[in-house]
């Protein structure tokens, strides 16, 4: 296994060479296969890759919450300098909800039918604050109104199915915000959402970040999303990082082949049409079975642009440049600048 | 080019809710019309209405000279070889316990269609037009990955070649370098057979990519109906403005830079008749362009789609 150069300096969260593996009927699943990736504080981190990459499995390491299960998770997470893989339990505890907080999808399935959702809120905030109750409400309150629920005072009494979608996942942010955590993990946040409201809650979370600095990890299949709500990206490929850049660096200088291949099979509407779209051939590996070598390789149009057949026998190594862009993948870079595909 | 479906003030009432609220469109033989909205406006309920998998509450659908919305199945049985369906969930429409050669043969069965060189070799014809291998004529659905499991359901619909096939977000389910796989497809399937499609979805930019004209519906209604091109640039209904704004960019460099039509609260849920404009609550243009007579048209009047000749909108104040 190649060495992996050194990251940039004071990362708010650095994860190296993670992996999280589940023992099953059919075998071993590798979900997450040596990933690296660093958050600065109040950085925007988004987590782009297809469904089964592994993106969701690494919240939940990140956040202790797969220790339970059969999972066995392996190499490093070191938040503020503290290595989340081995801290004792009642440590994450008292980090789970106080500086690390989460955001998931379906915000049904995270609050609770039979309480308000001011008092889940109100509650959030008393588990890791020696307040009053009143206290508590009216930080709740505050909090509410400050993502957008209208009459705030009122609504502290409704229960979660009285709220549309949108409107749950705004009860959601408050809960995890209402302790201004230093990293907010956001897992596909607005997919389960219509457009319109992505937009609303994609522009919330922007302000959060610059009103209490929270760190932010965005979980997200959309680059869409990606492109105007985060400052840097990790593209994750079969529970790998294969490229980690600042956003505009990513969109304007893919490095990765497979980043190439997923930015030219999306349809835009901000550009012109064409008659036919650029599709990744073929599909993911089985995480099963993740080949040996580069594992995009069996997708991969540029594999004998590498000598020797590397790509199938050596799997590349992540490369830091030192300037917080790195890339997997044997390639040289002048290889990379002259054979990226132009935009259409 | 002339009509292949013609859709006339169709509604649909579950209970009370009015999921389809006097919706009319005709789709013209050899095109693609795209139908946009988000969730809950009722472009499903339009689709099973036209595929008649539902009966209307009222209105007319005129399908290649037949008036089907009273069809019974009997009838519909004989047409249902031109108009066809691809669900969203391939997984929930296609029967696990059969193989693909089954699922694929029975259309012909059902048909009584004998294909010259026998059902085996159509069957795997057809797999090979979709890009399946065909020997995997005795997999089951849960054998193949989505993108694979959506291609046997387009399979499915095309394989006695319909003159019409409803697509109801055929790609939502789809990661992005697979339902460019699946949309690089149909626009062949359709070049090659001369179909036509109905082509449901919420993503602008996938309907973009196919569709000739877009239809695009709020509240069980549709509130504009144009050529793809004039829509897209020039988009006149306020909601759909705000709709083409809200859709995420992938380009930086863009962010911040775009004119956003930001709406505020959710799509309501399609409900009871209500008085005047639907939109009205939500429309950025009431709340901040009109003056009082102006607002108190769009409290009072329901706007109904009128067209001329850069398409169709339902709005008393649209842009141009
Ligand atoms: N408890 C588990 N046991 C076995 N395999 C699991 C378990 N949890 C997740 N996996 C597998 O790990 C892989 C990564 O899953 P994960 O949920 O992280 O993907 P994802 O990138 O979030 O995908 P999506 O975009 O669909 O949400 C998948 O193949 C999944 O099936
Ligand atoms: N069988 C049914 N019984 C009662 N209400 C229904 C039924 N089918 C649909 N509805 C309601 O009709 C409205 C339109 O639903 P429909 O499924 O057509 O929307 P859609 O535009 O396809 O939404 P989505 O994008 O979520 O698929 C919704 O309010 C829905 O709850
Ligand atoms: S390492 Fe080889 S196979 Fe992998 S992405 Fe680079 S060129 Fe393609
Ligand atoms: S009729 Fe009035 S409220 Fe309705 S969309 Fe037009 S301007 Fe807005
Ligand atoms: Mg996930
Ligand atoms: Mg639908």
């Not at chain 1, 209402?178 to 907010?184: A, W, Y």
């Not at chain 2, 391939?90 to 696990?96: E, R, V």
Request: net charge neutral; with cysteine.
């Amino acid at each position: 296994m190649p060495v992996e150069t050194t990251p940039p300096a004071d990362p708010l969260l650095s994860v190296r060479d993670l992996r999280v593996q589940f023992p099953t009927d059919d075998g071993l699943v590798r979900a997450v296969d040596g990933l690296s990736f660093d958050v600065a504080p109040g950085e925007i981190v988004g987590v782009v890759g297809e469904s089964g990459s592994g993106k969701s499995v690494t919240g939940q390491a990140i956040l202790g919450l797969l220790r339970r299960t059969r999972a066995r998770v392996t190499g490093e997470i070191r938040f503020d300098g503290r290595d989340l893989v081995t801290a004792p339990e009642a440590e994450l505890r008292r980090l789970r909800g106080a500086e690390l907080a989460m955001v998931f999808q379906d915000p049904l399935s995270a609050l609770h039918p039979y309480y308000t959702v001011g008092s889940q809120v109100s509650e959030a905030y008393r588990v890791h604050n020696r307040v009053s109750k009143r206290a508590a409400r009216e930080r709740a309150v505050q909090m509410l109104d400050r993502v957008g629920i209208p009459e705030p005072h009122r609504r502290y009494g409704a229960y979660p199915h009285e709220f549309s979608g949108g409107m749950r996942q705004r009860v959601m942010i408050a809960m995890a915000l209402v302790c201004t955590p230093r990293l907010l993990i956001a897992d596909e946040p607005t997919t389960a959402l219509d457009v319109t409201v992505q937009a609303q809650i994609l522009e919330l979370l922007g302000d959060l970040r610059d009103e209490f600095g929270s760190a932010v990890l965005l979980v997200t299949h959309d680059l869409g999303v990606v492109a105007e709500t985060c400052d840097s990206v990790v593209v994750m490929y079969a529970g790998q990082c294969v490229e980690q850049a600042g956003v505009e660096d990513l969109f304007a200088r893919p490095q990765a082949p497979y980043t190439w291949g997923l930015l030219g099979s999306m349809p835009r509407v901000d550009r012109d049409r064409r008659d036919r779209l650029a599709p990744i051939g073929g599909q993911p590996p089985s995480l099963l079975a993740i080949p040996p070598g580069c594992a995009f390789e069996p997708r991969c149009g540029y594999h004998e642009e590498v000598p020797e057949s590397r790509c199938v026998d050596e799997r590349p190594a992540l490369v830091h440049d030192g300037q917080g862009r790195a890339v997997r993948c044997h390639l040289t870079a002048g290889q990379r600048l002259t054979l990226r595909p132009v935009a259409p | 080019m002339t009509d292949l479906l013609t859709v006339s003030d169709l509604h649909k009432d579950f209970g009370g809710v009015r999921a389809v609220d006097g919706v009319s469109f005709t789709v013209r033989a050899g095109e693609t019309l795209g139908l946009v909205g988000e969730s809950g406006c009722g472009k499903s309920t339009t689709a099973r209405l036209v595929t008649r998998l539902l009966e209307p509450t009222s209105g007319s659908v005129r399908f290649d000279g037949h008036e089907i919305s009273r069809y019974p199945e009997r009838k519909l049985r004989p047409l249902r070889r031109d108009l066809q369906i691809v669900f969203q969930d391939p997984i929930a429409s296609l029967n696990p316990r059969h193989t693909a050669g089954t699922i694929l043969a029975a259309p012909f069965r059902i048909q009584g269609v004998r294909p010259p060189g026998g059902l085996r070799a159509a069957v795997a014809e057809l797999m090979a037009r979709v890009g399946l291998n065909p020997e995997h004529y005795n997999r089951y659905p849960h054998e193949f990955s989505g993108g694979q499991r959506q291609r046997l359901g387009i399979a499915r619909a095309l394989a006695l070649r319909p003159k019409l096939v409803v697509c109801d977000e055929p790609v939502s389910a789809l990661d992005a370098s697979v339902q460019a796989q699946v949309v690089n497809l149909l626009a062949d399937l359709r070049d090659e057979y001369g179909l036509s499609y109905l082509f449901v979805a919420h993503d602008m930019a996938v309907v973009r990519h196919l569709s000739d004209r877009v239809a695009v519906m709020y509240l069980g209604r549709i509130v504009e109906l144009a050529d793809r091109d004039t829509l897209y640039a020039a988009p006149r209904h306020p909601y759909t403005r705000a709709l083409l704004s809200a859709v995420p960019v992938p380009d930086p460099a863009l962010r911040g830079r775009r004119e956003r039509v930001l709406l505020r609260g959710d799509p309501p849920a399609a409900g009871e008749a209500a008085v005047g404009c639907r939109f009205r609550g939500r429309c950025p243009r009431y709340r901040d362009d009109l003056d009082d007579t102006q607002r108190e048209r769009c409290a009072t009047e329901d706007p109904q789609l009128s067209s001329d000749p850069s398409g169709a909108v339902a709005c008393h104040f649209p842009g141009h």
